[in-house]
């Protein structure tokens, strides 16, 4: 194994950041980068967003990229790091999962350092991004299988003052949905790793 995860710029660098956030190499894949934007405006809030968790959900990615021409202009304090793509082996093959390993990178939260590149990708984040995160917000669509309209959606969450702060949230973007989905699979998702760590 490579060295440790890292980023290539300083998180707390006033103003404006763009650099990336390395992912190291392994048996399975040599080592990448995700291009990562970060807009530090001081004291406040710190927000991660994240698109590109599942490769044939290209709103994400579009919508984090609309975000990075946007925020300039918007944001008044805190900071806002912008990951447009998490999962880009996914994302270049069209696909839900990585095709090197045939994992999906939203159920293998909080990763392996020393496991296979989706893994090391969700370790990456969760050892190097997680930490300088109030908030997260992971950007999905239903893909080209469903047609489905804008909406917030969260799992339950057992701490009822995150679950509280997470439903404001969520009514903050008055879209035409909010959904709170129970499900079973929801080991090693990246909103549950991220809600048990009281984001």
Do not use: C, Y
Request: hydrophobic letters at 45%.
């Amino acid at each position: 194994m490579n060295e440790a995860p890292h980023l290539t710029f300083d998180l707390d660098a006033h103003g404006v950041s763009r650099g990336h956030l390395v992912v190291p190499g392994g048996a399975d894949h040599e080592e990448f980068s995700l291009p990562v934007f970060s807009l530090n405006k001081g004291d406040g809030p710190r927000l991660l967003i994240t698109g590109g968790n599942h490769g044939n959900e290209m709103e994400g990615p579009l919508v984090a990229r609309r975000l990075i021409e946007w925020l300039p202009q918007a944001q008044t304090s805190g900071r806002i790091i912008v990951l447009p793509v998490l999962n880009p082996l996914a994302v270049q093959a069209w696909s839900r999962n990585t095709p090197l390993d045939g994992l999906n990178l939203n159920r293998v939260f909080p990763g392996r350092a020393d496991g296979s590149v989706t893994e090391r990708i969700a370790d990456a984040v969760s050892r190097v991004l997680l930490p300088n995160a109030d908030i997260v917000f992971d950007l999905h669509s239903f893909g080209p299988t469903w047609d489905f309209p804008p909406a917030v959606i969260t799992h339950p969450i057992a701490d009822a003052d995150l679950m509280a702060k997470t439903l404001a949230m969520a009514a903050a973007f008055k879209l035409p949905v909010t959904l709170l989905w129970q499900h079973d699979d929801t080991a090693g998702m990246f909103d549950s790793w991220a809600h048990s760590l009281g984001k």
